[in-house]
C-alpha cells in the first residue's frame, strides 16, 4: 500500500450517550486520490449516442453541435471517440478511432440534423460496438446517451443493452433533456451500466454537461473501487448513501453476516467520493470501541497498481456521562440532512405512484421545510407545487419529479464543481 | 494470541480492538479478566427503545435524525442531556439593538414604536425582543447561513425547532405568532397553528415550538 488514496471517517458526534436502548449512528466516509505518485492521466474512450430525431430540431441539435466540438477539443490523439446517431434509424457518425484529424471531425458534426422518431436501443448497440473496441483496463470508457423523448417498444432491449455496457467496463451517463423522456428508463439504463443521469432543463446545459463528464473522465486514476465494512457484533447496517459527488442510494453486497461491500467504481483525482452509512449499534456499556474496520480497494493503472488497499478502524466512544456527550459534527449532520430530503422525495414518488396521497403530500411538504431550511428556496417551491398538484389532480408533474429527483441529488456537489 | 476480556474471541496481538466485538484491546495482554470487564448488558428493547415520530406515529429508533416515514425532525428523541451540562452551547445573548428615532418633524406620523417584549424558555434561557417589529425563531445554523433573532441553539435542536420554525410581529400594539411551515409545528398554549398560519399571543402566553416551550411576555 502505497497511499494514493486517502480514507477518513467521522462520525455525527464523537462521543455518544451508552443508552439502553440500541441507537443509530451515522458514519461519513472520505475516499479521496491524493495523487501522490500518479501524475500520468489515462487515455479515454468517450462514445457518443446522440439523439436526432424530429424533436431536438433548432436550439437542441444546434447546441449539441456546439457541445460536442467543444468536448473533442479536450482530447487528444491519445483518446478515442465514437459518435452514433440515431432516431428510427441509425449512423456511425464517426466510427471509433484517436482524436487526431479536429478539422476533420468538425467537418462530420457538422452533418447533425434532425430528422425521424426515436429507437434508443438502435443507437446504444451501435455505440456500444464502436466503443468495445477501445476498451482496455488503462483507459477510461463512457457512454454518453443524450436524448429528448421516449423511446418506442425497446424499453427493454435498452435495458440489456445497459447490462452488457456495465459487463464490458462502459458505464453509460445518460442525459434527459426538457421534459418528456422517460426516467425509470435513463434510471435503469444508468444502473445496470454503473453509470448515472443527469437531468438537462433546457439546450443550454448540454455544454457544461458534456464537459463535465469528459473533465470526469479525464480525472479518474483510481478504477473499480469498492469499500468493504466489517462491522463488529452488536452492529448492523442500516443504509449507505454516496453523497459526494453527488447523492444516490448505495446497493450493498452482503459478504457475511458482519460484512458489507459497496460498489464505488471510479475515482477522481482530488475529489472521491463520499459515502454516508447508517449503522445500529446494539447497547453497550460506556467504553471506546471499534463500530467498524473500512477497507477500500482500488486499481490505479497509471501507475500499474491493482488490488491495492487502504483501511482505518471506525472509533466510538460511549459515556453514561450526560455532560461528556459531544454536540453534533455540523458538516456530517448537513449531509444527513440532505440526503434525507433525497430520500423523502424518492418516497414521496412512489408513495404518490402507489395511490398513497396523503402521505405523499406530507413528505413533499417535510421536504419542502428541510429545502427552505437548506436555503433552496428554487427546489422548495417546486416540492410545494408538486405538493399542491398532487392534492389538487391527484398526480405530480413530469417536469417538477424531473427537477425534484436531479436537483436534490446536488445538494450536496462542492461549489468548484457548481462552477465548472 | 490475546483473549478479548469481553467476549473472549482470540484476537491477533497487534490489534487494537476486538475483532469479534469493538471492545478496546489495551492492557488486555495476558491479564486476567477483570470483573469491571463484565460483558455489556443484553439488549433490552423496552427501555428507550420503541419512540414513535411525534408527527405520524412511525417506530423510530434513538439516534434516529428525520422520520423514515413522513420526515420529520426527530432531534428531540436524540439522548436527552441534561441541562447544565458541558455539552450546552453558551447562552447567546441577543444584543439590544437601538430603537429608531423617528423626529417629530416627519411628516409621517410615526409607526407606534415597538414595546419591548421577552420569552422567557423553559431550558432558562431569556431572549430580549426589542427594536425591531418582527423576529425570526428558530436555530442557528452556520452550514446554511441561517441566524434567527431567537436561535434556540442546541436545546432548540434536540427538541425539534427547524431552522426558520415561527416568527413572533408586532400589528399596531399586538403581538402575533405566526408558524413558518415547521415540520414539528407551532402552539400558542394548547392551540396548534396551521402551516404558515398565526395567532395573537399575550402577556404570560405559552408559545411552543416543536418540544421547546417558552412564555411570552410583552
Known amino acids: 500500500m502505497s497511499g494514493e488514496v486517502k480514507l477518513e471517517s467521522r462520525l455525527n458526534r464523537t462521543v455518544f450517550q451508552a443508552l439502553p436502548s440500541p441507537q443509530k449512528l451515522y458514519v461519513l466516509i472520505d475516499i479521496v486520490p491524493t495523487g501522490a505518485g500518479v501524475a500520468v492521466q489515462m487515455p479515454v474512450n468517450l462514445g457518443l449516442v446522440l439523439d436526432r430525431s424530429g424533436s431536438m430540431a433548432g436550439d437542441k441539435i444546434r447546441k449539441v453541435r456546439e457541445a460536442v466540438k467543444l468536448v473533442l477539443g479536450r482530447l487528444s490523439p491519445q483518446d478515442l471517440v465514437s459518435i452514433v446517431l440515431f432516431d428510427d434509424n441509425v449512423d456511425t457518425l464517426v466510427a471509433c478511432q484517436p482524436v487526431a484529424n479536429l478539422a476533420q471531425l468538425h467537418a462530420q458534426i457538422d452533418r447533425i440534423t434532425d430528422r425521424g422518431g426515436t429507437t434508443m436501443s438502435k443507437g446504444m448497440r451501435r455505440g456500444l460496438d464502436e466503443m468495445r473496441q477501445g476498451v482496455t483496463p488503462d483507459r477510461v470508457s463512457r457512454m454518453l446517451l443524450l436524448t429528448d423523448g421516449e423511446t418506442f417498444g425497446d424499453e427493454d432491449q435498452c435495458r440489456q443493452l445497459a447490462t452488457e455496457a456495465g459487463q464490458y467496463g462502459i458505464p453509460v451517463s445518460a442525459l434527459g433533456l426538457g421534459e418528456e423522456w422517460n426516467m425509470p428508463l435513463l434510471e435503469a439504463v444508468a444502473g445496470q451500466s454503473g453509470g448515472v443521469v443527469d437531468h438537462l432543463e433546457t439546450p443550454d446545459s448540454i455544454l457544461a454537461e458534456f464537459q463535465r463528464t469528459v473533465a470526469t473522465m479525464q480525472g479518474s486514476v483510481a478504477r473499480n473501487a469498492q469499500l468493504t465494512l466489517r462491522l463488529v457484533t452488536g452492529v448492523s447496517p442500516a443504509a449507505a448513501w454516496r453523497v459526494l459527488p453527488a447523492i444516490s442510494q448505495l446497493n450493498q453486497r452482503t459478504l457475511s453476516d458482519r460484512d458489507i461491500q459497496l460498489i464505488l467504481g471510479d475515482l477522481e483525482q482530488g475529489k472521491g467520493q463520499s459515502v454516508l452509512v447508517e449503522v445500529i449499534v446494539q447497547p453497550k456499556a460506556a467504553g471506546a470501541y471499534r463500530v467498524a474496520q473500512a477497507d477500500v480497494m482500488y486499481d490505479m493503472p497509471a501507475a500499474g497498481l491493482t488490488g491495492q488497499h487502504v483501511r482505518q478502524d471506525i472509533l466510538v466512544t460511549l459515556t453514561d456521562d450526560p455532560s461528556q456527550v459531544t454536540p453534533f459534527v455540523a458538516d456530517v449532520m448537513n449531509l444527513v440532512e440532505k440526503v434525507s430530503v433525497f430520500k423523502l422525495q424518492t418516497r414521496a414518488l412512489s408513495e404518490a405512484q402507489t395511490g398513497n396521497v396523503a402521505l405523499a403530500t406530507q413528505q413533499l411538504r417535510a421536504a419542502a421545510t428541510r429545502l427552505l431550511n437548506l436555503g433552496e428556496a428554487d427546489l422548495a417551491q417546486a416540492a410545494e407545487q408538486e405538493a399542491n398538484n398532487l392534492e389538487q389532480q391527484g398526480q405530480m408533474s413530469a417536469s417538477g419529479t424531473k427537477k425534484l429527483q436531479y436537483g436534490t441529488r446536488k445538494l450536496t456537489q462542492r461549489l468548484d464543481d457548481l462552477e465548472s | ?218
Open chain 2, 1 to 218: 494470541m490475546v483473549t478479548c476480556p469481553t467476549c473472549n474471541a482470540p484476537n491477533d496481538p497487534s490489534a487494537g480492538f476486538c475483532d469479534q466485538c469493538g471492545t478496546s484491546l489495551q492492557g488486555a495482554v495476558n491479564a486476567p479478566v477483570p470483573a469491571s470487564f463484565a460483558p455489556p448488558p443484553a439488549p433490552n428493547f423496552a427501555v428507550g427503545g420503541g419512540s414513535v415520530c411525534p408527527q405520524c406515529g412511525a417506530q423510530v429508533i434513538a439516534g434516529e435524525m428525520f422520520c423514515e416515514n413522513c420526515g420529520a425532525a426527530l432531534g428531540s428523541l436524540a439522548p436527552v442531556v441534561s441541562s447544565g451540562g458541558g455539552y450546552a452551547p453558551a447562552p447567546v445573548v441577543q444584543p439590544p439593538i437601538n430603537q429608531p428615532s423617528f423626529g417629530n418633524a416627519s411628516a409621517f406620523p410615526p409607526p407606534p414604536v415597538s414595546a419591548s417584549a421577552q420569552l422567557s424558555a423553559t431550558d432558562g434561557q431569556t431572549y430580549q425582543l426589542s427594536g425591531k417589529t418582527t423576529y425570526l425563531l428558530g436555530r442557528k445554523d452556520d452550514v446554511s447561513g441561517n441566524y434567527p433573532d431567537v436561535d434556540t441553539g442546541d436545546p432548540g435542536l434536540q427538541a425539534g425547532v427547524s431552522r426558520r420554525h415561527a416568527e413572533v410581529y408586532q400589528q399596531g400594539m399586538q403581538w402575533f405568532v405566526r408558524d413558518l411551515n415547521s415540520v414539528n409545528g407551532t402552539w400558542v398554549n394548547t392551540q396548534r397553528l396551521a402551516p404558515n398560519g398565526s395567532m395573537p399571543v399575550s402577556s404570560g402566553d405559552s408559545i411552543r415550538l416543536g418540544k421547546w416551550a417558552a412564555t411570552f411576555r410583552g
